[in-house]
T-cell receptor
Framework: KAGVTQTPRYLIKTRGQQVTLSCSPI?????VSWYQQTPGQGLQFLFE???????NKGNFPGRFSGRQFSNSRSEMNVSTLELGDSALYLC???????????????FGPGTRLLVL | QKEVEQNSGPLSVPEGAIASLNCTYS??????FFWYRQYSGKSPELIMS????GDKEDGRFTAQLNKASQYVSLLIRDSQPSDSATYLC????????FGQGTRLTINP
């Protein structure tokens, strides 16, 4: 099976702009989770989508949003970018038969976002 | 108190020795735990998952879970230079939370 894919792999944006990241899960997986990874805060959970609905949410501001399509592909949007949003954004997929904290997450290669 | 805590290291181990990585968690409702390995510039990849008290072995890797002590560990036997990476411990009761990661270096 093909793994989780993410596009784009690298992005450079300026403060105040918005960005949309895309994630295609492993075939058959219905749950997609998004994480932010920074050297200071580590790997932090943003939110999870299952069957086109946000099922779980982390402690991030409303500037971070997402959606999931009927084919389980997911997008994440960050509006009004701040310098602190510079990070590696990782998408992970799982079957969705259990909650994401109860089953193995398979990570994509990530999108590295730099905000100038 | 962080929900999942790891010693950030760096942990340096000679080649062929046993590397021991430790993780504690605060939420007693946590039932599933995961060890991921992350090479520099790459994404995390699953090493082991563990759901029950006791040991779980897979090749050179052994995960140990002690729910009474809220403690999870990963042992790597016969450590190889290719095991040099950051190891992430994850668990949680309402969401998957990761520790800061332990940077492991295997010295030839």
């Amino acid at each position: 099976k093909a793994g989780v894919t993410q596009t784009p792999r690298y992005l450079i944006k300026t403060r105040g702009q918005q960005v949309t990241l895309s994630c295609s899960p492993i075939s058959g997986h219905r749950s997609v989770s998004w994480y932010q990874q920074t050297p200071g805060q580590g790997l932090q959970f943003l939110f999870e989508y299952f069957s086109e609905t946000q099922r779980n949410k982390g402690n991030f501001p409303g500037r971070f949003s997402g959606r999931q399509f009927s084919n389980s592909r997911s997008e994440m949007n960050v509006s009004t970018l701040e310098l602190g949003d510079s990070a590696l954004y990782l998408c992970a997929s799982s079957s969705g038969t259990r909650q994401p904290y109860q089953e193995t997450q398979y990570f994509g290669p990530g999108t590295r976002l730099l905000v100038l | 108190q962080k929900e999942v805590e790891q010693n950030s290291g760096p942990l340096s181990v000679p080649e062929g020795a046993i590397a021991s990585l430790n993780c504690t968690y605060s939420d007693r409702g946590s039932q599933s735990f995961f060890w991921y390995r992350q090479y520099s510039g790459k994404s995390p990849e699953l090493i082991m998952s563990i759901y029950s008290n006791g040991d779980k072995e897979d090749g050179r890797f052994t995960a140990q879970l002690n729910k009474a002590s809220q403690y999870v560990s990963l042992l790597i036997r016969d450590s190889q230079p290719s095991d040099s990476a950051t190891y992430l411990c994850g668990g949680g009761a309402q969401k998957l939370v990761f520790g800061q990661g332990t940077r492991l270096t295997i010295n030839p």
